[in-house]
């Protein structure tokens, strides 16, 4: 069989599909919690937790100063 077509293959990993799941018995699993930390330096969207935060924070002063029954005035 050549490359070309075994890379065409759909099938080409059937044989791997009913294999057990391999578990060390050196190391004990990695908690999840310490399996996402790994990629939180990675997040797509750097500041976007701080945005977030800041809009609630205005969204939460507004709702605040409209129940006093004042205007509310946003600062830059």
Same mark, same amino acid.
């Given at each position: ?10 099938? !080409? ?17 990695? &908690? +999840? +919690?310490? !399996?996402?930390?790994?990629? &939180?330096?990675?997040?797509? +969207?750097? %500041?976007?937790? /701080? ?10 002063? !507004?709702?605040?100063? /409209?129940?006093? %029954?004042?205007?509310? /005035?946003?600062?830059?």
């Amino acid at each position: 069989m050549s490359v070309a077509k075994e890379k065409k293959d759909p099938h !080409r990993y059937d044989d791997m599909l009913d294999l057990p799941h391999p578990v060390s018995k050196k190391h004990k699993q990695m &908690a +999840l +919690l310490d !399996r996402a930390a790994q990629f &939180a330096p990675f997040a797509a +969207l750097a %500041g976007y937790g /701080e945005q977030v935060e800041e809009t609630a924070q205005t969204a939460y002063e !507004r709702i605040v100063t /409209e129940e006093a %029954g004042e205007a509310f /005035e946003e600062s830059p």
